[in-house]
């Protein structure tokens, strides 16, 4: 099972949007629409923003999104704000009732 | 509201076992998987298995096969979390995370995290 590719870091300015990527194989992102993004700040616990691959929890913003095409995952973050200023991870139900995470991107608000 | 506290912070000499604790409140314990998921120093996030609290029934990454154990005790909502034969490059902050719905396949709310230092 290896880690979904995710880039390292991505940036923008305020108000601007991002899309951070996350790249599995057909066994994993590419077979279930089951792709799952959460959020972390330093020394917090992540947070679940989008799960099977679009859909929000409650209390989660509307500038949040994600979508998928063949192996790879994508978040995307509109208008973007300071606050949005944090780690992000992708995960993936991988078959057989396992799970991978991707390495984590960190976002930074210019 | 759904509420996952884990047990503190642990220090512990390589070859050494670590357990590790999560509470759970608000919500009724049998009916959402418990997962285990870590995360060394400045890295990503790794998912070690699940415990389903109802049956006790396990499943572990490979990678974790015969050093890891998942337990639960119905009787006080709290799933346990064993690694044994501890090496350095287990330390890590250790994380509990509920189901967030009924085959949603995804993790939420997580516990605070318990960091578990591996020293000699």
């Known amino acids: 099972q290896s880690a979904l590719t995710q880039p390292a870091s991505v940036s923008g300015s305020p108000g601007q949007s991002i899309t951070i990527s996350c790249t599995g194989t057909?066994?994993?992102?590419?077979?279930?629409?089951?792709v799952s993004w959460y959020q972390q700040y330093p020394g917090n616990a992540p947070k679940l923003m989008i799960y099977?691959?679009?859909k929000r929890p409650s209390g989660v913003s509307h500038r949040f999104s994600g979508s998928k095409s063949g192996n790879t995952a994508s978040l995307t973050i509109s208008g973007l704000q300071a606050e949005d200023e944090a780690d992000y991870y992708c995960?993936?139900?991988?078959?057989?009732?396992?799970?991978?995470f991707g390495a984590g991107t960190k976002v930074t608000v210019l | 509201q759904v509420l996952l506290v884990q047990s503190g912070a642990e220090v512990k000499k390589p070859g050494a076992s670590v357990k590790v604790s999560c509470k759970a409140s608000?919500?009724?314990?049998?009916?959402?998987?418990i997962h285990w998921v870590r995360q060394a120093p400045g890295q990503g996030v790794e998912w070690m298995g699940w415990?389903?609290?109802?049956?006790?029934?396990?499943k572990y990454a490979q990678k974790f096969q015969g050093r890891v154990t998942m337990t639960r005790d119905r009787s006080i909502s709290t799933a346990f979390m064993e690694l044994s034969r501890l090496r350095s490059d287990d330390t890590a902050v250790y994380y509990c995370?509920?189901?967030?719905?009924?085959?949603?396949?995804?993790?939420?709310?997580w516990g605070q995290g318990t960091l578990v230092t591996v020293s000699s």
């Open positions: 608000g919500y009724t314990f049998t009916g959402y998987y």
């Open positions: 099977e691959g679009s």
């Open positions: 995370a509920r189901d967030y719905d009924i085959l949603t396949n995804c993790f939420d709310p």
């Open positions: 995960s993936s139900y991988a078959g057989y009732s396992t799970y991978v």
């Open positions: 415990i389903n609290p109802n049956s006790g029934g396990t």
């Open positions: 057909s066994s994993d992102v590419g077979n279930y629409n089951l």
